[in-house]
């Protein structure tokens, strides 16, 4: 199974399949990857077994193999120079090609670093968690973190191909195959209430990866997002709606520095909920939606804000939000629901209205 994505700056597949990824040699042929050169970025944690074997499929000895431990600490450009280091001193390029497996964190960061080495080298993506392979892999936005927030930098750089494979969401633990899950029900929420209603009968299937539904599931979220990203490559405005719950998402995970304790699809899941609430406080989300979305948060058994914040921590959360890319003016910018697959764009709030209603939501 494959699809297109079409922008205006290059058009790339995204291969599907339960080991797919081993059919890497004949993939790079099919898109005219014509290496001398490639680079293999990988995250530690993806089993050895399955780098190994793609190792073997690829029966090139001068390829280059290397693994990190990846993790939001180190999505900085300390990391995208150490691997801008290893092009340079292999001479790569533009025409060879940089291969990551890893989740979102090894897809941003070495999508950036192929976007600027030499202005460009040619980059697949093997997205090795459920997270990455619904969302990030797709859509060409690439970047890393710095003392100011979540992906303050980066660019927008269409990857070569894509590679879907569910063999990698096999040793995925629980923990971030819900983070994975909040993005898909990001996409429901935004776009499809149908799906929405099928992810509530259908997320225990989709967690314990009952074959059909992980795969419908994957793929449905994958459509939303390349028909968002088509229309509006560059986040003039329809794409913004991708950015639902992430306002508030991004400022929680950087509140707490990034720590495991709270990681990005959890966070992601405490923002859809945040911004549910805010869209419902707005009088636009009408209640019986909120309780649905709410519900549906607790039957993935998930904390509240309470668990992470409290009241002393609202300044800094907020002072996050109001640097937030979307901001062009002093206020903060939300994505909201008028209904469920009825996104709101561009609803500016001064910081002072944000602060009340966290303070609302926080206990002590
Ligand atoms: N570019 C975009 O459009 C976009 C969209 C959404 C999110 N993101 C970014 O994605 C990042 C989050 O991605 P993520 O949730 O994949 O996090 P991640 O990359 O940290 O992966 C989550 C954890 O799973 C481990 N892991 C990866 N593959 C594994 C496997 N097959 N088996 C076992 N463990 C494995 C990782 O080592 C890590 O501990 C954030 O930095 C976020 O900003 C980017």
Do not use: W
Request: glycine letters at 4%; a positive charge.
């Amino acid at each position: 199974m494959k699809l297109l994505i079409k922008t205006k700056d290059k058009t790339y597949p995204i291969y599907f399949g339960e080991n797919k990824c081993f059919k890497i040699k004949k993939i790079l042929a099919e898109n005219k990857i014509k290496t001398k050169k490639l680079i293999i970025i990988y995250d530690k944690n993806v089993p050895i077994k399955i780098i190994s074997k793609f190792k073997a499929k690829l029966k090139e000895d001068k390829n280059i193999f290397l693994g990190i431990q990846f993790n939001e600490k180190i999505k900085n450009l300390d990391t995208v120079k150490k691997i801008l280091d290893i092009l340079g001193k292999n001479n790569f390029n533009r025409n060879d090609c940089l291969i990551t497996i890893g989740g979102g964190i090894a897809g941003d960061i070495c999508a950036f670093a192929a976007s600027v080495y030499k202005r460009g080298l040619n980059f697949v993506n093997i997205p090795s968690t459920l997270l990455s392979q619904v969302d990030s892999s797709i859509g060409g936005k690439t970047g890393v973190n710095n003392f100011f927030g979540k992906n303050m930098i980066g660019t927008f750089c269409q990857p070569n191909v894509v590679i879907t494979d569910t063999v990698f969401l096999k040793s995925l633990p629980r923990r971030e195959m819900i983070c994975g899950y909040a993005e898909i029900l990001k996409h429901a929420l935004i776009q499809d209430k149908k799906f929405f209603i099928f992810l509530k009968n259908n997320f225990k299937s989709i967690l314990n990866l009952k074959p059909n539904i992980i795969k419908k599931s994957i793929f449905n979220s994958c459509k939303i997002k390349k028909a968002i990203v088509e229309k509006d490559e560059r986040e003039n405005n329809l794409r913004k709606t991708l950015n639902y719950g992430h306002t508030f998402a991004h400022a929680f995970e950087s509140t707490l520095g990034y720590t495991n304790k709270l990681n990005h699809g959890e966070a992601v899941l405490l923002g859809i909920l945040t911004a549910s609430k805010f869209s419902n406080k707005e009088n636009l989300l009408p209640k019986s939606e909120l309780e649905l979305i709410e519900n549906h948060i607790k039957e993935l058994k998930y904390n509240n804000l309470n668990t992470y914040f409290e009241k002393n921590n609202i300044n800094k959360i907020s002072n996050f939000m109001i640097r937030d890319k979307k901001n062009n003016s002093k206020n903060i910018n939300l994505i909201l629901l008028r209904k469920i697959a009825k996104p709101v764009l561009n609803k500016k709030y001064p910081q002072i209205k944000v602060k009340k209603f966290l303070n609302s939501l926080i206990d002590k």
